[in-house]
């Protein structure tokens, strides 16, 4: 089975913190991406990437940048937590073009 | 802009019932996927059920069913026999087969199931 895993599934940071969300998939998948989940809004597209180095803007990446230096593994950095970045942060990764999205557990983010 | 919409926040279904979630979409693209992902509190987002647009036979997977159709830019799904784990939220999501275009998500469906 498809492991996707985020390094946290509760976190509380402070404004103006540097926060790090990490996420790991144990399955070669080259495409991952970032979604932030808020009630009503469905998920909506940070960051995406469809290779090593390689990282594409989403929909909403203001206040957001990312990372991916190795395959397997995708972060996404709030350089400067504000408090309108609480939300649930989902990561998922996919094999080529046409499957589903595999997700991770998602990572509940309040920042005070 | 391509949009998915899901028209019902909140639905309740008796245990044992059949259920049916909306959702419609908006695309100018002939090839696509389309898809139901179920979100129970445990927050884990699972693959439901997948249609590929270019089929005309609708997908199954045992109590879970989709009404699909294209020229309408509908794509809802159905739960057969409702139980109790199925209690959650649904999501419904379309993703184009163009290179460099992404799964575009509704807003999804909250379910609850009554025993």
């Known amino acids: 089975d498809v492991k996707v895993t985020q390094s946290s599934r509760y976190l509380v940071k402070r404004t103006g913190e540097k926060v790090f969300l990490e996420c790991v998939q144990d399955?070669?998948?080259?495409?991952m991406f970032w979604y932030r989940q808020d009630p009503g809004l469905g998920l909506r597209l940070i960051y995406f990437?469809?290779?090593?180095?390689?990282?594409e803007k989403g929909d909403i990446p203001e206040g957001y940048s990312v990372s991916r230096e190795k395959k397997e593994r995708f972060s996404l950095i709030l350089e400067s937590a504000s408090t309108n970045q609480t939300s649930m942060y989902l990561c998922a990764s996919t094999f080529g073009r046409n499957t589903e999205a595999f997700f991770g557990q998602g990572t509940r983010l309040t920042v005070v | 802009a391509q949009t998915v919409t899901q028209s019902q926040p909140e639905m309740s279904v008796q245990e044992a019932e059949t259920v049916t979630l909306s959702c419609t979409y908006d695309?100018?693209?002939?090839?696509?996927?389309l898809f139901w992902y179920k979100q129970p509190p445990s927050r884990q987002m699972i693959l439901v059920i997948r249609q590929e647009a270019y089929k005309q036979q609708n997908a199954t997977e045992n109590r879970f069913s989709v009404n699909f159709q294209k020229a309408a830019k509908s794509f809802s799904l159905k739960i057969s026999d409702s139980q109790l784990g199925d209690a959650a939220m649904y999501f419904c999501a379309y993703r184009p087969r163009t290179y460099g275009q992404n799964f575009v998500f509704g807003p999804g469906t909250r379910l609850s199931v009554l025993p």
């Open positions: 990437s469809y290779d090593v180095k390689m990282k």
């Open positions: 399955m070669d998948h080259e495409n």
């Open positions: 695309t100018s693209e002939s090839d696509y996927y």
